[in-house]
């Protein structure tokens, strides 16, 4: 049974950083693409960054430059550094993996205040 199980959410003011991790089992880590999503109050749920197998990187416009993703293979980890964030980056982020299936962790709030 695969789980995704994210940690390191939290309260942070704007300008500040916070680190989300993403603990992974249940699954060959080292072939699926893993990636964050958010969602907002009210809004869609969106595509924050992906990272494949190989190590390659993807961001939506909006934090490219402020947030960095990450793998370990060795660990089974998936993170994202989030520097210079904004109110408008709280939202719920949600660890995401896949490899035919999709899968979802339960979702970690991140909260910056003005």
């Known amino acids: 049974q695969v789980q995704l199980v994210e940690s390191g959410g939290g309260l942070v003011q704007a300008g500040g950083s916070l680190r989300l991790s993403c603990a992974a089992s249940?699954?060959?880590?080292?072939?699926?693409?893993m990636g964050w999503y958010r969602q907002a109050p009210g809004k869609k749920r969106e595509l924050v960054a992906t990272?494949?197998?190989?190590?390659?990187?993807n961001y939506t416009d909006s934090v490219k430059g402020r947030f960095t993703i990450s793998r370990s293979n060795a660990k089974n980890t998936v993170s994202l550094q989030m520097n210079s964030l904004k109110p408008e980056d709280t939202a719920v982020y949600y660890c995401?993996?896949?490899?035919?299936?999709?899968?979802w962790g339960q979702g970690t709030q991140v909260t910056v205040s003005s």
């Open positions: 990272i494949t197998s190989g190590g390659k990187t």
């Open positions: 249940g699954i060959i880590f080292s072939i699926i693409t």
């Open positions: 995401w993996g896949t490899i035919v299936n999709d899968y």
